[in-house]
Each structure stands twice: as C-alpha cells, then as structure tokens.
C-alpha cells in the first residue's frame, strides 16, 4: 500500500476511481438506446462496403479502407508531440474511430443472439472510454502528453541527439509511453472494424476469450496511465517536487505551450527552494548560542567548569627573632 501510495497520489486514486466510475455508467445509459435507433444514428459510419476487394490469387477479400485508417492512425501517433494540437485531433479521431467499430459491432449479421450483440457493443465502447481517459490525461493529469511535448521540442533542439540525454532525461520513456497508448485503443477499434466488415462477427473464438481480450487491453492501458508516470520518475531519480503541475485547467495544446509550462514550473520550485534556504537561514541566525550541558549527578566542584578554585592559605612564617623562645635566650 505504501508503494502504491508513493506512486499514485489519493488525490489521484480518486480521479480515477471517479472517471472510470463515469465512463462505465456512460456506457450502460447508451446500451439502454434501442439497437436499431443505434444502426440508424451510425449509418454514415459503417461504409458498407466501401474499401471492401477481393484478391484473385489468394482467393480472400480485404479490407483497404480500415487498412488505411489503420496506417494513419499510427503515423499520427508517432508523430504527435511535432503536429499542433494533436491532443484535440485524436480525440476527435478517437470518437470517429468508436462510432465506425460500433456500428459495425450493431450489424453483426452471424450475430443473431441479442445479449450477445450487447455484449459485444458493450466491449468496444469499453475499449474506448479506457482508451479516451488513458490518452487525454484523466488518469495522470495530462502528464505523459507534457512529457512527449518536452520530448518534441528536445529533437528540434538537437538536445536528443547525444547519448547521454537519453541516460538523463525522462522525457524519452514518456514518449515512448504515450505513443504506445495512444496506438494501442486505435489500433484495437480499427482491427475490429476491419474484422467485422469481412467475417461479419466479433474478432475471437467465442465470446469468452473476445470478452477477456479487451479487458486485458483495457487493463493495460490504465496501467500504464496511471502508475508509468511515478515508475519512471523513479528509475531516473526525479524529485517529486519537481513534477510538472497543470495549474488552473490550462492543458497545454502545443509544444510551445508545454515548454513555457515547464519553464514556469521550474521557475516556481527554484523560487521556493530559495526562499525556504533563506528563511532557514535567518531561523539559524535568531537562534541564541548553545550552553555547554551540565550533569546534575556531578560533583559540586564540576558543575561549573569555569569557576577556579582558590588557592588554600598558606600559613605564617614566624621569623626567629620575632620568638625568643625559638632562639633560647
């Protein structure tokens, strides 16, 4: 539990207790529309046939269309720290990329049981609610796209291009981090786009192992969201107060934005490092000098080390002729 806590703030577990908690409830109200209110609201996403051709020579059809978007969607990804508001870009791919596997998931024409429709419709919204709070920042407070932002803005600086920047620096672990996140809901909606238009039924021997293929999936992507941030602060031995804060709301967009962020960020721990080195200071500076401790079991004559004791008083002399008697008159 200590772990856990050190890596994951309670203040997180709650945000993403509380989002998940949301996304899943989203989800059943939606499985509540009638199945063919749902085909009609996503006909312009099916593209029927579209992108569908036959190969002669292997005898099989393929789908050109989802292999496309396919292609796409991991290029952007790759890309996405050097490419101006790409967080609102692949949100907005993202949500596209839901409706076209969703409505394919409703047509489902070998699929003739209906809670096994249902179930189906039910994983890849699953798939893609995990994968829209693992990517847009609600489980690690938009920390890994910052990360890759800062990434970016190090390869145009050349900063990337020594050996040892990427022994230093954290920032190439973040990207690598989010451009895995970012394929891995993509890439998933879009290979079961493209199986449900050929086969014509859900991606999986049967309905058990298809269920326990997107949880995992979904599992894994919250994972990395939520606890890859405070592990590789870890391995690089980051300081904790060092941690790129979101203040007030204001997501940066770019990779300009980020930087200034991060500028700011660093500006401001440096301010409070400062100032709390000087009040330290002037605490240390008020404090009177220390006393030499007394031992009360000590002897009376120890107690005060810097009292000398007097000399004993020596005796008089008596001088012979002061005493006749000494003499023998």
């Not at 109200?29 to 029927?48: D, E, G």
């Not at 981090?177 to 859900?202: C, D, H, V």
Request: charged residues 15%; aromatic residues 12%; glycine residues 2%.
């Amino acid at each position: 539990m200590d772990i856990l806590t050190s890596l994951v703030s309670p203040a997180e577990q709650f945000n993403v207790l509380f989002y998940t908690g949301i996304a899943i409830l989203a989800i059943l109200i939606l499985l509540l529309i009638p199945l063919r209110w749902q085909s009609a609201m996503t006909v312009p996403f099916s593209f029927r046939t579209f992108g569908i051709r036959k190969i002669r020579r292997w005898h099989s059809r393929t789908d050109t269309l989802a292999n496309l978007m396919l292609w796409i969607s991991v290029i952007f990804c790759i890309l996405a720290p050097w490419i101006p508001y790409a967080p609102i870009i692949y949100l907005v791919w993202l949500i596209f990329t839901w409706l076209a596997a969703v409505s394919r998931a409703i047509r489902l024409s070998k699929v003739k049981s209906r809670p096994v429709r249902l179930t189906v419709i039910f994983m890849v919204d699953l798939v893609a609610a995990i994968g829209l709070l693992s990517t847009m920042g609600f489980y690690n407070n938009f920390v890994l796209w910052i990360r890759a932002f800062l990434f970016g803005n190090d390869v145009i600086t050349k900063e990337a291009w020594e050996l040892m920047y990427y022994l230093s620096s954290p920032n190439p672990a973040f990207y690598l981090i989010q451009t895995i996140l970012l394929i891995l809901p993509l890439a998933s909606l879009w290979g079961q786009f493209k199986y449900m238009r050929l086969e014509n039924t859900f991606k999986a021997a049967n309905l058990t192992t298809y269920c326990i293929k997107n949880v995992f999936l979904c599992l894994v992507m919250a994972v990395f969201a939520i606890f890859s941030p405070g592990v590789i602060e870890r391995i690089y031995n980051q300081d904790p107060s060092a941690q790129v804060q979101v203040e007030n709301g204001s997501y940066p967009l770019e990779m300009e934005d980020a930087v200034k962020l991060y500028e700011n960020c660093t500006q401001k721990i440096e301010q409070e490092k400062q100032q709390q080195e000087e009040q330290n200071a002037a605490d240390e500076s008020e404090q009177p000098a220390a006393q030499p401790a007394v031992d009360p079991s000590a002897p009376a004559e120890q107690a005060n080390p810097e009292e000398v004791p007097a000399a004993p008083e020596e005796a008089p002399v008596e001088y012979p002729e002061e005493n006749p008697e000494a003499i023998g008159v």
